[in-house]
């Protein structure tokens, strides 16, 4: 059944490359909402980016680290976030029926679409999520450009 | 020894179609130890704040619910995006018989620790039986 069936497929349909083409786009946009590009690094921890005119914002969920436990350092072109989250030993005696939280070190780096000025970056810690504003270069700023 | 720190997709709770609210729902990671007073529940759930979490307890099932409030300024476009936020749903059955008046919460840095201790056990009284 199996031998009879594959030597029935013809083996170059005309439009096989206009198909694939077709599959491909479809899963492509299975993926990709429109405007938003979702890739994933997979290196912890897992980073959102957004921008505005003035700046980038890179926000990362750390539940349970503290701002002075992040090491953050930034560049003309990029990021550098490190540290380590312990998790505090609880007493000796517990009995434990699930552990899924997860300590250990970390350390990221990653490149900036375009300059900023390093001298002028912010980071805050709000409920376990780390905000680091990134004031973009006065050269990367969108310019209004007045007509006379 | 310490380990290096694996990026981990949130897991998304699967039977979302209960939800009413649009948006996507995620179980957060939470660790539970028993000690002989109480049970100790710690869970990561990063953005909520203490006005939005939700703790019932009712029937042994005990329900966490923590509403994101989006803190995104209006005026910023997503350049890449790794993590999904959303809000925070859990449920737990418990065994034991937990004494509701002295359920203890703390919210610290996204990190909700709660605290049920145990119904102090009756002591076992004795019924002596006069022969009649």
Do not use: C
């Amino acid at each position: 059944m199996i031998m009879r069936r594959l030597f029935d497929t013809p083996a170059w349909r005309p439009n096989l490359l206009e198909e694939l083409e077709q599959m491909r786009q479809r899963i492509s946009r299975f993926y990709e909402e429109p405007g938003k590009t979702t890739r994933r690094a997979g290196v912890f921890p897992l980073i959102n980016v957004t921008e505005n005119k003035e700046s980038y914002f890179i926000r990362a969920e750390l539940p349970g680290m503290k701002a002075d436990e992040i090491d953050i350092s930034a560049t003309a072109d990029s990021l550098a976030l490190s540290g380590e989250r312990k998790i505090p030993d609880e007493d000796k005696n517990v009995n434990y029926h699930r552990r899924e939280r997860e300590s250990g070190k970390f350390s990221r780096m990653f490149s900036l679409p375009s300059p900023i000025d390093a001298s002028k970056a912010e980071a805050k810690m709000t409920d376990g999520i780390l905000t680091v504003i990134l004031p973009k270069a006065e050269s990367a700023k969108p310019r209004q450009i007045a007509i006379r | 020894m310490t380990r290096e720190l694996q990026a981990k997709e949130k897991q998304e709770l699967a039977a979302s179609g209960e939800q009413t609210k649009p948006g996507p729902v995620f179980i957060p990671a939470a660790d539970i130890f028993e000690t002989d007073k109480a049970i100790v529940l710690l869970a990561d759930i990063p953005g909520v704040k203490t006005k939005d979490l939700n703790i019932d307890l009712r029937d042994n099932t005990l329900t966490l619910e923590g509403e994101i409030s989006p803190f995104e300024g209006a005026d910023e476009s997503a350049v890449l995006t790794e993590y999904d936020v959303g809000k925070y749903f859990r449920q737990f059955t418990l065994s034991e018989v937990i004494d509701q008046s002295k359920i203890d919460a703390k919210l610290t840095d996204g990190v909700l620790r709660l605290t049920l201790p145990k119904v102090e056990k009756a002591t076992p009284r004795k019924i002596s039986v006069t022969a009649g």
